[in-house]
């Protein structure tokens, strides 16, 4: 079973919650990256780049090594596997859900179309 409560999946929501940091994520994913490469689609400064990477630490999605005076930014894949997990086990529900949703709609849509098929349809004996 899936731990719904933990604090970990709770930061990791609230850094996934940002638009910022999942653009950050996205071109982690893609390799490391330093803080000014991170920073650099946003127009945003070094401070407020580094804001939005010590969220992402704090969940554990990224790891920061210092070599030197730059600070490189790798991905940590683990906790989004968590929140994926935590996610799955709600989409069996939803699925089920939108399923007899769609049912319903199907079914009411042919309801709607052969009743009105039935009132343009002329009636035997009204051909005057």
Known sequence: MVELQTPQLDSVFHALG???RRQMLRDLAEGERTVGQLAEPFSMS???ASKHIKALENAGLIRREVRG???LCHLEPGPLSSAHQWLTYYERY???RLDRLEQLLREEDAQKSRSSKS???PSKGDDR
């Open 18 to 20: 940002d638009a910022t």
């Open 46 to 48: 070094l401070a407020a």
């Open 69 to 71: 005076r730059t600070h």
């Open 94 to 96: 939803w699925s089920d």
């Open 119 to 121: 009132r343009s349809s």
